[in-house]
T-cell receptor
Framework: DGGITQSPKYLFRKEGQNVTLSCEQN?????MYWYRQDPGQGLRLIYY???????QKGDIAEGYSVSREKKESFPLTVTSAQKNPTAFYLCASSSGFNQPQHFGDGTRLSIL | EDQVTQSPEALRLQEGESSSLNCSYT??????LFWYRQDPGKGPEFLFT???AGEEKEKERLKATLTKKESFLHITAPKPEDSATYLCAAGSGGSYIPTFGRGTSLIVHP
């Protein structure tokens, strides 16, 4: 079955540590996205990518970084510069911009 | 600036009690109105896309409709398994990325 796989499901970060969230898709989609979801705030866009080796900042990119070396993969690194990283992180993909997005089941990041 | 507002924030229904969720949007040139369902601890699941005013889509007990300013998700005779958060998003000609509303949390009591 085609879909998006996010791992791990739960992640804990220590002070000063960088952590990387994995996102892999086998839908052959060009566009991929990272969102942060906090209670009562809806989905906020962190980064997005239309093609391999190209990505753009979203509304809340500070403290985060991404790479897009393969079409199937779009990992997100939460750096130590992100002072409030506790949230539910969602990865999505679509066949193009302004097309329906398909989401993974998220990674919940907490601070130790 | 593109804006999407969903109401109500939360809705409690008895099983079988039909109702509607609202999604009001202000975007520059609608390129698609998307509805999603999200269960706790899961990612959103795509339900419908609507492109033009007057368009309707149906799936089981759900029907989505679209006007020039808002979209409605009608739930007919809901069951407890319809309990979830429903998200809408509007794609515009001014942005590559759809703008999401904050969602409506629906609870259906047996």
């Amino acid at each position: 079955d085609g879909g998006i796989t996010q791992s791990p499901k739960y992640l804990f970060r220590k002070e000063g540590q960088n952590v990387t969230l994995s996102c892999e898709q086998n839908l052959n989609h060009d566009a991929m996205y990272w969102y942060r979801q906090d209670p009562g705030q809806g989905l906020r866009l962190i980064y997005y990518s239309q093609i391999v080796n190209d990505f753009q900042k979203g509304d809340i990119a500070e403290g985060y970084s991404v790479s897009r070396e393969k079409k199937e993969s779009f990992p997100l690194t939460v750096t130590s510069a992100q002072k409030n990283p506790t949230a539910f992180y969602l990865c999505a993909s679509s066949s193009g911009f302004n097309q329906p997005q398909h989401f993974g089941d998220g990674t919940r990041l907490s601070i130790l | 600036e593109d804006q999407v507002t969903q109401s109500p924030e939360a809705l409690r229904l008895q099983e079988g009690e039909s109702s509607s969720l609202n999604c009001s949007y202000t975007v520059s040139g609608l390129r698609g109105l998307f509805w999603y369902r999200q269960d706790p601890g899961k990612g959103p699941e795509f339900l419908f896309t609507l492109y033009s005013a007057g368009e309707e889509k149906e799936k089981e007990r759900l029907k989505a409709t679209l006007t020039k300013k808002e979209s409605f998700l009608h739930i007919t005779a809901p069951k407890p398994e319809d309990s979830a958060t429903y998200l809408c998003a509007a794609g515009s000609g001014g942005s590559y990325i759809p703008t999401f509303g904050r969602g409506t949390s629906l609870i259906v009591h047996p």
